[in-house]
């Protein structure tokens, strides 16, 4: 079975259906997912501008780590299950769009960002978070953070705009 | 001139027509609108959730209001210019749309609240521990906050 048929068995499963002809499950799960971007996305930008050293900079990097982190894990599982019944909801068209396709691969890179983040930044952080100077990985890697989660969040609206 | 004389000027103006007939001109604006409620409302939820002393506690108050307020005002600003283009074209639409006036006194006031109100309470010394009224001016600022983003977001589904 292709992907495409597997979507279009799934959009039309009696729950997806639900959901997408609901006047009011749709707009509040589609509410849900654009408002929790303030508690996900808005909180790593926080502490992507801290990296940066332009908000907070004199707080150690790891502590602002330490308080954002137990906010915006939650604030990505709502996003993630929103996003995802967005998704069961209109599986064939957002798989045929190019919009989703990118956020989608945008999503994997923040991923591996994250990954070689925590890999390669986290474990020596105590030795340069309270310093002027960042490493310039570490600059990189917020940079991109911040690049990436713009595009995503413009394509999941240009998406949206077409379905 | 009334507000209905400046809707129609700005309906006939050539300039504005690039916005209405480019196919991707205002989902793109849009999304400029979304980096700026995505700023606005992380420095909101970052100020509430250290106010309510459940989040942000080993940071203090003032040092944390006066770090956030400048990316919280740079949002809002982000979010009303383009808010603003988005409306342009179309503005005998969204001024017929119940969403979008209730969306635009939501706004009137959240903003009155958060520079009259908020803005001293959260720089006065008194902010650093719960108190009553610590959390009720949390909870009017994110109701407040959150109503403006549900209504702009019912825009859409009040056609």
Known sequence: MSVLSWCHWLQNTPWATGIRQSDLWFPFIEGSHILALSLSVGLIVMFDLRLLRLVLPTEPASKIMRLVMPWAIPGFGIMFVTGGLLFFSQAEKAYSSGFFRVKMLLLVLLGVNAVVYQMKYYPSMAEWESSETVPRGVQVIAVVSLAFWMVVIACGRLMAYEL | ?159
């Open chain 2, 1 to 159: 001139m009334s507000l209905q004389h400046l809707w129609q000027m700005s309906y006939d103006s050539h300039t504005i027509d690039i916005l209405r007939n480019s196919k991707y001109a205002i989902p793109v604006i849009q999304s400029f609108h979304l980096f700026g409620i995505t700023l606005l409302l992380g420095s909101i939820v970052i100020l509430n959730l250290r106010l309510l002393g459940i989040g942000f506690r080993q940071l203090p108050m003032a040092a944390l209001s006066r770090q956030i307020w400048p990316w919280a005002i740079g949002g809002l600003l982000l979010a009303i210019a383009s808010g603003f283009l988005v409306f342009v074209p179309d503005p005998a639409r969204y001024a017929a749309n119940y969403a979008f006036r209730t969306k635009m006194v939501a706004l009137c006031v959240a903003v009155a609240f958060q520079f009259l109100i908020y803005r001293k309470v959260v720089r006065s010394g008194t902010a650093e521990s719960r108190s009553i009224r610590n959390i009720a001016v949390a909870c009017c600022s994110l109701v407040l906050w959150f109503l403006v983003g549900w209504a702009g977001r019912a825009i859409a589904f009040l056609g």
